[in-house]
C-alpha cells in the first residue's frame, strides 16, 4: 500500500489529482477490478435487500470471504504447528541423555532445526494475516460504497410519500454510519467468528491428545462462554439502537441548523436551536458511554477467559489424578494462549454484530419503502412496444403537449382529496398558467403533470411529435405515470422550482449542473453560460462576485439571495433549451422591474415559440400573456380558457384580480404609521 501512496503523493506535489492516478495505484485498482458481483443495480437486487441485507451482501461477496477464510485457517494451523513443534523441543531434552553426551549434540541440532521451522511458520503466519487485512480493507471499502450507491438511487427513486417518511438526517446516518457498520461485519466478524469455533475445534482436539481428559474441562469451561457472549449480544443491540435514533436526532438538528443558519439569527433561534443541539449530543455521549461500559465488561471477561481455561487444564490434571511431565503442561498453557488470541476478539464480534444488525433493519426499513415504479404498476399504465421504440429512436421530441382526464389524488388517512376530478389541456408550443389561491393545489398539479405524484384516479396522457432522423414527424400519445413514460418525459423536459436548488459549487458549474475541471470546457461553453445568465437578468450580479464565473456560490447557495437563486435557477433551464418548461412560482422573490424584464425576456422571447410552458404563479401581473389559464380551488378545476374569456366580470378569475387590485390600492392609500 505505502509503495502505491508515495508516487501518488510525488505526483500530487505538481498536478490535481484525477481518478487515472488512482487507478496506476495497484492497490487502488484492484477495489475495481476484484471480482464481485455489485454490477447489478439496486433494483435488480431489491427483493434481496428487502428480504436481508446482510444475506445480500454476503451472496455478493462470498467468494471473497472464502479467501479470507481459508487465508486464517492457515494461519491458525500454522499457529497451531508451531506450538507443537515447540513442545517436541522440550520433549527432546526431557527424553536426551545427561550433559556431556554424545546425544546432546545431537538433540541440540534437532533444535535449532525445529526452531527454524517454528519461525518459518510463524513468519508465514505473519504474512497470511497482512493479506487478510488487505482483504479485509478491500471488502470495507467496497461494501460500504455500495450500499452507500444503492441507498442514494434507491431515494432518488422513492414515492413522494415515502421520502416524507425519512428525515434528511436519518438517511445521511443511515448511509454512512450503518452502511459502514455493515461493511466491517463482513470484513472482520463475517470471517473471524466461524474461524473462530474451527480453531477452537481443533486446538481442543490437539490439546486432548497432548493432556488427555483435562482438555474436556477447557471446553466445558469454553463453552460457559457461549451463553455469555449471547447476553452480551442482545445487550448490545438494545444500547446501540438507542445510540443510534439519538444520533439521528442529533444529526437531524445540525442539518437543520447549517440549512436554515441565516432564519435562526434573524429571529433571535440560535441560542434555542444550540441548545437542544447541545442536549441531544449529551444525550447520545450518555449513550455512547454505555456502550463503552458494555465493550469494556465483555472484553475484560474474555481477555481473561482463557486463563479460566488453563486454570482447568490443571485442575483436570488434578482431578482425574493425571502425571504429565514438562512439555505437556507447556504445551497446554501454549495451546491455551493461541486460544487465548482466537477468543480475545469475541466480545468485539459481538458488539460489531449487534451493530450491522441494527444498520441492517435501518437499511431495510427504508428499502421497503414503495418507489414510483410500484406505484406506477399499482395503476396499470403502460406505453405500448411501438411507442417505445419511435420514442427511443426519435431525433427529436417536440411540440408537448398534456391531456389530464378526471384526475385525483388522495392522501391516505385524509378525508378530502387533494386534487378532485382535474380534467384539461395544456397546449404545445404556448404559455399556460395554473392560477389560484394559497393550497389550492398549484404546485400539486404541477408534480402529477411531472410524474413525481401518481393519480389515484384517472391519467395523465403526454402528447408529442416524433422526429426521426430523416425529419418525419409522428404524433404520438402515451401515459406519463410509467416507467417508459416517465424516461421520455426527462428527456424534454426542464423544471425552475419555487425554492431553487444550488450545488456547492461555481457559477460556471451550477447553470449547466456540470462538474468540469478547468481545461476542459468547450470553446463556447462560457459564452452558452453567461448568454443564459444575461436572459435571467443575473449577469450584471454575477459580474459583482469575487471571481465572476468561478466564484463559488457555497452550500445551499448561501452567498445568493433569494431572488438571485430563483435567476440561477432560470437560467439553468434557459441553458438546457428543452422543449418543456415547468415553472412553479419561479418570480416570486424578485422585484417587480426584474420580473418585467424577465417576462419579456422568457415568455416573448427564448421560449415565444416551439417551447411548452407550464406556469403555476401567484404573480398575475402578467397573466395575460397565457395562451390558457387554469384556475384552481380546494384541489377542483372552477374553470378553465384563454384570457380574454376569464378576464370578463363574473368570473372567477376577475373576482381574484379584483382582489389584488383593492389591497393594492389600500396598501398604497392607507396613511403611514410613524409609531410603526
Known amino acids: 500500500m505505502f509503495s502505491d501512496v508515495n508516487p501518488l503523493l ?54 471473497s470471504l472464502l479467501k479470507m477464510f481459508s487465508i486464517h485457517i492457515v494461519d491458525v494451523v500454522c499457529s497451531i504447528i508451531a506450538a507443537l513443534l515447540a513442545v517436541r523441543i522440550l520433549e527432546l531434552f526431557e527424553n536426551g541423555g545427561l550433559p556431556g553426551s554424545a546425544g546432546v549434540w545431537e538433540i541440540a541440532q534437532q533444535s535449532v532445526l525445529i526452531a527454524l521451522a517454528v519461525f518459518g511458520l510463524n513468519v508465514l503466519a505473519a504474512s497470511l494475516h497482512a493479506q487478510k487485512i488487505e482483504r479485509e480493507t478491500l471488502v470495507v471499502f467496497r461494501v460500504q460504497t455500495t450500499l452507500a450507491r444503492w441507498l442514494n438511487t434507491f431515494v432518488l ?11 434528511t438526517g436519518d438517511i445521511v446516518n443511515v448511509a454512512q454510519t450503518d452502511a459502514r457498520h455493515v461493511a466491517e461485519f463482513f470484513a472482520h466478524a463475517a470471517v473471524d467468528f466461524p474461524v473462530l469455533f474451527v480453531s477452537v475445534t481443533l486446538i481442543v482436539a490437539v490439546m486432548w ?3 488427555g481428559s483435562a482438555a474436556f474441562v477447557a471446553l466445558g469451561i469454553l463453552l460457559l462462554q457461549i451463553p455469555v457472549s449471547l447476553f452480551f449480544s442482545w445487550l448490545g443491540q438494545k444500547l446501540h439502537g438507542e445510540l443510534m435514533r439519538r444520533s439521528d436526532r442529533r444529526l437531524s438538528l445540525v442539518t437543520e441548523w447549517v440549512q436554515a443558519a441565516r432564519l435562526m439569527r434573524y429571529f433571535g433561534w440560535t441560542q434555542h436551536m444550540a441548545r437542544d443541539i447541545r442536549i441531544a449530543a449529551q444525550r447520545e455521549f450518555r449513550q455512547d458511554l454505555k456502550m463503552k ?19 482447568g487444564v490443571f485442575a483436570g490434571f488434578l482431578w482425574f489424578h493425571l502425571d504429565k511431565s514438562a512439555s505437556q503442561v507447556f504445551a497446554a498453557i501454549w495451546l491455551s494462549s493461541i486460544l487465548g488470541q482466537q477468543l480475545n476478539p469475541l466480545p468485539w464480534f459481538v458488539r460489531i454484530f449487534s451493530e450491522a444488525q441494527v444498520g441492517s433493519r435501518r437499511l431495510e426499513a427504508i428499502f421497503i419503502a414503495p418507489i414510483q415504479a410500484e406505484e ?48 384539461c389541456r395544456f397546449p404545445a408550443a404556448h404559455l399556460s398558467a395554473i392560477v389560484g389561491p394559497v393550497g389550492a393545489g398549484k404546485s400539486l398539479l404541477l408534480q402529477t403533470l411531472m410524474g413525481e405524484i401518481t393519480p389515484t384516479r384517472g391519467e395523465v396522457l403526454l402528447e408529442c411529435d416524433a422526429v426521426d432522423a430523416d425529419g418525419h414527424s409522428t404524433r404520438l400519445i402515451f401515459p406519463i405515470h410509467c416507467e417508459r413514460g416517465l424516461a421520455a418525459l426527462r428527456r424534454v423536459q426542464t423544471f425552475v422550482p419555487q425554492e431553487a436548488f444550488v450545488a456547492a459549487a461555481s457559477v460556471r458549474e451550477n447553470v449547466p449542473l456540470t462538474y468540469l475541471n478547468d481545461g476542459e470546457f468547450p470553446p463556447d461553453f462560457d459564452a452558452q453560460i453567461v448568454r443564459a445568465l444575461e436572459r435571467a437578468q443575473l449577469s450584471t450580479d454575477v459580474q459583482t462576485l469575487p471571481d465572476g464565473l468561478k466564484t463559488e456560490l457555497g452550500e445551499r447557495g448561501v452567498n445568493l439571495s433569494g431572488g ?19 415553472l412553479d412560482d419561479p418570480l416570486s422573490a424578485v422585484d417587480t422591474e426584474t420580473e418585467d424584464k424577465l417576462v419579456g425576456e422568457l415568455f416573448g422571447g427564448c421560449w415565444r415559440s416551439s417551447t411548452t410552458i407550464i406556469w403555476a404563479t401567484h404573480r398575475l401581473a402578467h397573466l395575460s400573456l397565457a395562451r390558457h389559464i387554469v384556475v384552481l380551488d380546494g384541489g377542483q378545476l372552477v374553470e378553465q380558457g384563454d384570457w380574454q374569456s376569464l378576464s370578463q366580470p363574473g368570473t372567477r378569475l376577475s373576482s381574484i384580480l379584483s382582489s389584488l387590485k383593492q389591497n393594492a390600492h389600500q396598501k398604497n392609500s392607507s396613511p403611514g404609521d410613524e409609531s410603526a
Open 293 to 311: 461500559a458494555h465493550y469494556s465488561t465483555s472484553f475484560g471477561l474474555s481477555t481473561s477467559w482463557w486463563m479460566l481455561v488453563a486454570l
Open 376 to 423: 406506477f404498476a399499482s395503476r396499470g399504465f403502460s406505453v405500448p412496444d411501438d411507442v417505445a421504440a419511435q420514442l427511443n429512436a426519435a431525433h427529436e421530441i417536440r411540440n408537448i403537449s398534456f391531456d389530464l382526464r378526471d384526475v385525483w389524488v388522495e392522501w391516505p388517512g385524509v378525508a378530502t382529496p387533494a386534487l378532485q376530478g382535474v380534467s
Open 564 to 582: 438571485q437563486k430563483q435567476r440561477l435557477s432560470l437560467a439553468r433551464a434557459i441553458y438546457a433549451k428543452r422543449p418543456l418548461v415547468v
Open 157 to 167: 427513486n422513492m414515492s413522494r410519500q415515502a421520502k416524507a417518511r425519512f428525515p
Open 209 to 211: 491428545t497432548i493432556v
Open 10 to 63: 510525488r505526483t500530487l506535489k505538481t498536478e490535481a489529482g484525477e481518478e487515472h492516478h488512482l487507478r496506476k495505484m495497484i492497490w487502488v485498482e484492484r477495489i475495481f477490478t476484484d471480482k464481485h458481483n455489485y454490477e447489478q443495480g439496486v433494483f435488480a437486487v431489491l427483493p434481496q435487500l428487502r428480504h436481508s441485507v446482510m444475506r445480500t451482501i454476503a451472496r455478493a461477496e462470498r467468494l
